[in-house]
Nanobody, 122 residues
Framework: QVQLEESGGGLVQAGGSLRLSCAGS????????MGWFRRAPGKEHEFVGA???????NYADSVKGRFTISRDNAKNTVYLQMSSLKPEDTAVYYC????????????????WGQGTQVTVSS
């Protein structure tokens, strides 16, 4: 059973950057597409982006050009580099393992981490 753990969240000023990590254990992430989602207070989970096992990426329009997803299969870790952060990026960020990086719905991802809080101050 693959387990995922996010880290790297915190408080940052608008315009700043953060890098989130998602470490896998109990199995290899290399055969999964890895997605990032976020959930802001009072809102549903929102797809942020995903990366295929080969490194192809897919991003939500709201983060395109500001966020970058990468993966290091040797370290069994996926990253979300966030730049030019805005207050509306404030949310709990989750990584998830699924079958296709084109999938943008929660139910397409079978393994989830517990999330890490990102707060962007104005």
């Amino acid at each position: 059973q693959v387990q995922l753990e996010e880290s790297g969240g915190g408080l940052v000023q608008a315009g700043g950057s953060l890098r989130l990590s998602c470490a896998g254990s109990g199995g290899t992430l290399s055969t999964y597409a890895m997605g990032w989602f976020r959930r802001a207070p009072g809102k549903e989970h929102e797809f942020v982006g995903a990366i295929s096992w080969r490194g192809s990426t897919n991003y939500a329009d709201s983060v395109k050009g500001r966020f970058t997803i990468s993966r290091d299969n040797a370290k069994n870790t996926v990253y979300l580099q966030m730049s030019s952060l805005k207050p509306e990026d404030t949310a709990v960020y989750y990584c998830a393992a699924g079958r296709s990086y084109y999938c943008t719905k929660r139910y397409d991802y079978e393994h989830w981490g517990q999330g890490t809080q990102v707060t962007v101050s104005s």
